[in-house]
């Protein structure tokens, strides 16, 4: 069974980092890009960014460039999403998906939580 | 702002149809690229819907529907009925994006 499982909701203050996980399993880890994607509070689904885990390429979305890193560990099939100062504006629910190349994201993580407050 | 564009909302009595635009552009939906489209309940994870622009996976009811013609594309639900209360969203890549964005999203209320 293919399962895409994220790390655990997330309470930080501003300027502090994190790293927030999503483990895949049940599939060739390598064969699929894992994309990112923020939900802000009440507001709609941002293509934050991607990563190709074979050869840890990524792609950003402009709006995200600079402000988040996108890696992964293949031995470990995880990928990461990483702020190195938090602002009460990332306050949002996080999602990994994966996909193939141009395609469709058959499965989700069931999302992070990350809530920046002072 | 998303470069692709839904109606922020559509309703509709139950039993009746209701569609859902997703308008795009020469680099992403003009370009060829397939529309896939997503349906999220309340506090859950997004759930793929349709796929390849009129694919459904299994599992998914076939109440369900969707096209693409040019630079847009469509979802139909027919029947319409109170578990389809949700929010809808497609998805396409984007040649300018090097990446896949969402629509703006749709929510839809059953009256």
């Known amino acids: 069974e293919v399962q895409l499982v994220q790390s655990g909701a997330e309470v930080k203050k501003p300027g502090e980092s994190l790293r927030i996980s999503c483990k895949g399993s049940g599939y060739s880890f390598t064969s699929y890009w894992i994309s990112w994607v923020r939900q802000m509070p009440g507001k709609g689904l941002e293509w934050m960014g991607r990563?190709?885990?074979?050869?840890?390429?990524?792609n950003y979305s402009p709006s995200f460039q600079g402000h988040v890193t996108i890696s992964a560990d293949k031995s470990i099939s995880t990928a990461y999403l990483q702020w190195t100062s938090l602002k009460a504006s990332d306050t949002a629910m996080y999602y990994c998906a994966r996909n193939w190349n141009y395609g469709e994201f058959d499965y989700w993580g069931q999302g992070t939580l990350v809530t920046v407050s002072s | 702002q998303s470069v692709l564009t839904q109606p922020p909302s559509v309703s509709g009595a139950p039993g009746q149809r209701v569609t859902i635009s997703c308008t795009g552009s020469s680099s992403n939906i003009g370009a060829g690229y397939d529309v896939h489209w997503y349906q999220q309940l309340p506090g859950t994870a997004p759930k793929l819907l349709i796929y390849?622009?009129?694919n459904r996976p299994s599992g998914v009811p076939d109440r369900f529907s969707g096209s693409k013609s040019g630079t847009s594309a469509s979802l139909a639900i027919t029947g319409l009925q109170a578990e389809d209360e949700a929010d809808y969203y497609c998805?396409?890549?984007?040649?300018?994006?090097?990446?896949?964005?969402f629509g703006t999203g749709t929510k839809v209320t059953v009256l």
């Open positions: 990563i190709d885990p074979s050869e840890s390429h990524t």
């Open positions: 998805q396409s890549y984007d040649s300018s994006l090097s990446g896949p964005p």
């Open positions: 390849g622009n009129n």
